[in-house]
């Protein structure tokens, strides 16, 4: 069975490969694309990929398995892979992939749901904990040779996550150990997810969206951007938070309105943001977060662990296991 590996330089083409030794009878083909040393983005009607159709084209002659991370599978390059029958994608969900043209095309399109989750769920903590505690300013005035015992004034210090009120929107495998993790800090975690099955709550309690907004001294987001989830959080929802209250977004920047957080910020009302990823990607040069008080950023980076590389190879790896 001939089979194309479209790695990059986080899941390459060395751990898929490696992860499909054990299956006899594959003949695999490898493509290179140029993520993450060149950002990915929109490739024809597609998202977040990473390469062109036409060398991607190329590489699928004869191919019936592929197995990708951020290859553009656009309608062009389905309806020119005339032999592909299976489509393994390393990541969460298929972003990359025209659905309606796979189905169109009758190729079956497995994703690797969970590859990430541990990665993302540490990644949100460690956030709440620099927004909360203010690390990142409190690090760069140590190295500015500041020493402001001034900050132990009450007006001053930070909160805690132990016997806080955390509340979750969206639930899946990266919001369920996050509340697992709170759990463990003692933290009290609401959850807000209209599909999340009660029996996985683990301890947590399933709330509506204004309650959680109106109870949570921390809020993290976890849901998917879809047509529903787009916008969610904005200059209203905000106003719903506590004073003082800290959010974190490690999920998708489309599912908050920016300029209103840093209004919050502004205003004092909100107090601290932590986010991971942002509504234009890069962070423009004039966004105003970038002087926001308050505010911790870090570049899309949740997921970024050796062992998200490798599960994701072992998971698409088992994808292709089941289809033979």
Known sequence: MRVLVAGDHFVTNDLVAAALHDVPGLDIRTLTLPWPLVPFGPVAEVDEASGGEDELIAALSGVEVAVTQMAPFTARVLAAADALKLLVVCRGGPVNVNLDAAAAAGVTVRSTPGRNAVAAAEHTIALM???????????NGVLAGEWRSDLYALDQV???????????????????RVGRILAAFDARVLVHDPYADPATLDGATAVGSKELLERSSVVSLHARLTPETAGMVGAAELARLPRGAVLVNTARGGLLDYAAVVDALESGHLGAAAFDVFDAEPLPATSRLRKAPRVVLTPH??????????RAARLAADAVRSYR
């Open 301 to 310: 980076l949740a997921g970024a662990t050796r062992q998200t590389a490798e």
């Open 129 to 139: 904990l620099a927004a909360l505690r203010q690390i990142p300013d409190r690090h």
């Open 158 to 176: 930070g909160g805690e996550l132990g016997g806080s009120t955390v509340g979750l929107i969206g639930y899946g495998a990266i919001g369920r």
